[in-house]
């Protein structure tokens, strides 16, 4: 009986580090459905399946991410798992935003299916963390998933978003969300007339169209699926700021001491170092307005540059007034940009990198691109509530549908996932029974701080954070917004 047991137990063991080692989406999910086929626990049993897992998963290893895990768990706001019980949440996009939120919507107890259109986790791009976000990721055991979590020189900074994703999908699975990939979400269908039980609630067309997805109803919506949200309802205001031209360039890390040696410059730090530029400008020519280099996976680079010395150094050909005419393919020269990146970030690094080879993108190109932040996108709003046939919906954005970041500084995920929390506490609020204007307008409230939000002006007890607005935001208002001021975002369907 004994022996069994151990056998057991040590089968399970290693089924779960499988699913930890895990390197791909795919695999990820692949290695999880072994290890519910095999230890017969039931993916679908949202609420139970988490104490499930840990009670059929003890080793040492799992051990420690329990601990992690219930600790998160413990938070008074998730009321033991019972706050929302009874909400259904569909969300749009695996970014890390919408991961970050189905998270706190599954700690909350609400059943929760991410559909994501893809399979892949691609972007290797070195994401520029706040010490709240790595805190937090660090209190959701990212170390006993990636060892390597921010183990770098600027500790609290570097991180692949694959890597990222890949972590949080991790957590996503053991809290119990169900996750669907090459799952397109199309359109929202509105609730059959027939009222009572034999209607069909909120529901969402779907590609490809005969997946079981399409009978879920859900009673919350989450927009994650990024910059190009395809939510209605939502009105975008655009940003239009400077001239604003940034490059990212990814070199091969060969992980000898020599690049070892290297120090990784925090741009936060170097905006201020306006003696660095000059040099830079007149050695090479190239002119910027900052650079921050992060040591991963690959020697990450990005800096926004100044148009004049595109053109002056002949990456851009022509100069446009039109920013998109400006950057399109067929006015750069992307060998002249290769060298340009590659000049910049050898400067960068006092030439210390031995040989900066461009890594390969997945396109089979060297890794460089340049992107245009002159405008930037934010939502109007936040969250709006839908009601047909006596069926309400709460439909919020978050991540880069809700507000577009500016990479350079980092903004994407820290405020991503202050949005996360926020969205959260929302739903809980909703599923406590609050009045819709009293939500929506509590909702646009702690919105309207977001864009305002920096590393430095938030609360820095990270351990108080929770999905509570007051633990994170000093100086909150949760009533700037009045609800009168939010009617039109109560839309009734039977009077339109
Ligand atoms: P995303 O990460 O964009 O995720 C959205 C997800 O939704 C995607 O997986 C997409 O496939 C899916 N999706 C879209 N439409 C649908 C649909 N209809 N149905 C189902 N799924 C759908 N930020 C930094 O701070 N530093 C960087 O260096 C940096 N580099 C970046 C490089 C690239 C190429 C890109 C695209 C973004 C970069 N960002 C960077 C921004 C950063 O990735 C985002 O701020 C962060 O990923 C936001 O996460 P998100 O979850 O909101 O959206």
Redesign the pocket.
């Given at each position: 009986m004994g022996e069994m047991e151990d056998e057991r137990n040590s089968q399970a063991s290693q089924l779960f580090e499988n699913f930890v080692q895990a390197s791909t989406c795919k695999g990820t999910l692949q290695a999880f459905g072994v290890l519910c086929r095999q230890l017969e626990l039931d993916p679908a049993d949202h609420q139970g399946f988490y104490s499930s897992l840990k009670a059929a998963v003890t080793s040492w290893k799992a051990k420690a991410l329990w601990t992690k895990l219930d600790k998160r768990a413990s938070h008074k706001e998730y009321k033991k798992g019972q706050a929302c019980t009874d909400t259904r949440c569909l969300i749009?996009?695996?970014?890390?935003?919408?991961?970050?939120t189905a998270i706190e919507m599954a700690l909350l107890g609400a059943k929760v299916v991410v559909?994501?259109?893809?399979d892949t986790?691609s972007?290797n791009?070195?994401?520029?963390l706040w010490p709240f976000t790595i805190h937090d990721l660090r209190n959701l055991g990212a170390k006993k998933f990636y060892g390597k979590f921010c183990a770098g020189a600027i500790d609290h900074i570097s991180k692949c978003?694959r890597q990222l994703?890949l972590i949080l999908l991790k957590v996503s699975l053991i809290v119990g969300v169900e996750v669907h990939v090459n799952?397109?979400?199309?359109s929202l269908l509105e609730p059959s007339e027939e009222q009572g039980s034999d209607g069909l609630g909120w529901r969402a067309e779907?590609r490809p169209a005969g997946h079981p997805i399409s009978d879920y109803e859900f009673d919350v919506l989450i927009g994650?699926?990024?910059?190009?949200s395809?939510l209605d309802g939502f009105r975008r205001k655009e940003f239009r700021g400077k001239l604003a031209i940034a490059i990212?360039a990814n070199f091969v890390n060969r992980n000898t001491t020599a690049e070892a040696k290297v120090e990784e410059i925090s741009g936060v730090a170097f905006i201020f170092n306006q003696k660095f530029f000059l040099e830079l400008k007149e050695e090479t020519g190239i002119d910027l307005e900052n650079i921050v280099y992060y040591k991963d996976n690959t020697h990450?680079f990005?800096m926004t540059a100044k148009k004049q010395s595109l053109l002056d150094k002949g990456v851009i050909i022509h100069d446009y007034i039109e920013t998109e005419r400006l950057l399109h393919s067929d006015n750069v020269n992307q060998e002249a940009l290769l060298s340009y990146a590659r000049e910049a970030a050898d400067f960068g690094t006092n030439y210390q990198l031995p040989s900066l080879d461009y890594a390969i993108n997945h396109y089979g190109q060297p890794d460089v691109?340049m992107f245009d932040f002159t405008c930037m996108y934010a939502s109007e709003n936040a969250a709006l509530i839908r009601e047909k046939s006596s069926r309400q919906l709460l439909v919020a954005l978050?991540?880069?549908?809700?507000l577009e970041?500016f990479?350079?500084m980092?903004?994407?995920?820290a405020r991503?996932f202050l949005a996360a929390f926020d969205t959260a506490w929302m739903v809980q609020g909703w599923a406590q029974g609050k009045e819709p204007l009293e939500i929506l307008s509590e909702r646009e409230s702690i919105y309207r701080l977001l864009p305002q939000t920096t590393a430095e002006n938030i609360m820095k007890n990270f351990e108080q954070y929770t999905i509570d607005p007051a633990t994170r935001y000093p100086n909150l208002n949760s009533s700037c917004v009045r609800p009168h001021q939010v009617r039109h975002l109560y839309i009734n369907g039977e009077q339109s």
């Open positions: 749009i996009g695996s970014g890390p935003c919408g991961l970050r559909i994501e259109k893809r986790f972007r791009n070195v994401l520029h978003i994703q799952v397109e979400f199309l779907i994650a699926d990024g910059r190009r395809t990212t990450y990005v691109a978050v991540g880069d549908s809700l970041p990479w350079p980092g903004t994407g995920c991503g």
